[in-house]
T-cell receptor, first 116, second 111 residues
Framework: DVKVTQSSRYLVKRTGEKVFLECVQD?????MFWYRQDPGLGLRLIYF???????EKGDIPEGYSVSREKKERFSLILESASTNQTSMYLC???????????????FGQGTRLTVV | GEDVEQSLFLSVREGDSSVINCTYT??????LYWYKQEPGAGLQLLTY?????DMKQDQRLTVLLNKKDKHLSLRIADTQTGDSAIYFC???????????FGSGTQLTVLP
C-alpha cells in the first residue's frame, strides 16, 4: 500500500514561531503537494513539487515556503506563524501522470495546526 | 483560476440514495474525481471518470458526467451510516499536475 506520512497529527505553535511540517511518501512518486483545508473552502493548494529541488506556487503560497531535498520528503515551512494559518494541512503525492491508472493522488492523515 | 463548486451539506435517511452534485468551470478538464474524507482522516479516492465518458458505475457508486453543462454527480445507492463523511469533487486537466478541489459536501446519514 502507498503510504504518505505526516510527522504530526496535532501541533500548537506561538505567533511568530518558525514551523516545519514534514511529509514522507514511500512510493517513489514524482509529484508532491501541500494543501490547507478550511471549513467551507475545501482544499486549497499552497505549493507543489514535481521533482527534487523543484517547486511551484499554488493558489495561496503567501506566508509559506517549501523544501524538497529528497524525492520522498516534502516539507512545508511557515516562516513566521500567524493565527490565520491555523488550519488542517494535508500532504499528497501522485505519480507522473502518464496513464489513466496513474491519476490517483494519495493523501496523508493531515496535521491540525493551531497558532496561538 | 479554475473553479469547482459543491453544496456544503446533504442529509439522507439510511437506505435511501444520496446524490452529491458538483459543477466545474475548466473546459479542458480531463479527469474528474470523487474523494471521501472520514472524520480525522485524510482523503481517499472513491472513483474517477475520464472526460470522454458520461457514466461510470462501481458497486453502489454511480458517477454521471454532463460535459456540456460541466456537471458531475455522485450517486450512492442504499446509503449506510458508514457513508457519513465529507465528499470532495476534484478535477485536473491533462497538462496540469495538480488537482482543483471543491469545498466538499458533508453527507449526514440519519437512522
Amino acid at each position: 500500500d502507498v503510504k504518505v506520512t505526516q510527522s504530526s497529527r496535532y501541533l500548537v505553535k506561538r505567533t511568530g514561531e518558525k514551523v516545519f511540517l514534514e511529509c514522507v511518501q514511500d512510493m517513489d512518486h514524482e509529484n508532491m503537494f501541500w494543501y490547507r483545508q478550511d471549513p467551507g473552502l475545501g482544499l486549497r493548494l499552497i505549493y507543489f513539487s514535481y521533482d527534487v529541488k523543484m517547486k511551484e506556487k499554488g493558489d495561496i503560497p503567501e506566508g509559506y515556503s517549501v523544501s524538497r531535498e529528497k524525492k520522498e520528503r516534502f516539507s512545508l515551512i511557515l516562516e513566521s506563524a500567524s493565527t490565520n494559518q491555523t488550519s488542517m494541512y494535508l500532504c499528497a503525492s501522485k505519480p507522473w501522470q502518464a496513464m489513466p491508472a496513474d491519476t490517483e493522488a494519495f493523501f496523508g492523515q493531515g496535521t491540525r495546526l493551531t497558532v496561538v | 483560476g479554475e473553479d469547482v463548486e459543491q453544496s456544503l451539506f446533504l442529509s439522507v435517511r439510511e437506505g435511501d440514495s444520496s446524490v452529491i452534485n458538483c459543477t466545474y468551470t475548466d473546459s479542458s478538464s480531463t479527469y474528474l474525481y470523487w474523494y471521501k474524507q472520514e472524520p480525522g482522516a485524510g482523503l481517499q479516492l472513491l472513483t474517477y471518470i475520464f472526460s470522454n465518458m458520461d457514466m461510470k458505475q462501481d458497486q453502489r457508486l454511480t458517477v454521471l458526467l454532463n460535459k456540456k453543462d460541466k456537471h458531475l454527480s455522485l450517486r450512492i445507492a442504499d446509503t449506510q451510516t458508514g457513508d457519513s463523511a465529507i465528499y470532495f469533487c476534484a478535477e485536473t486537466s491533462g497538462s496540469a499536475r495538480q488537482l482543483t478541489f471543491g469545498s466538499g459536501t458533508q453527507l449526514t446519514v440519519l437512522p
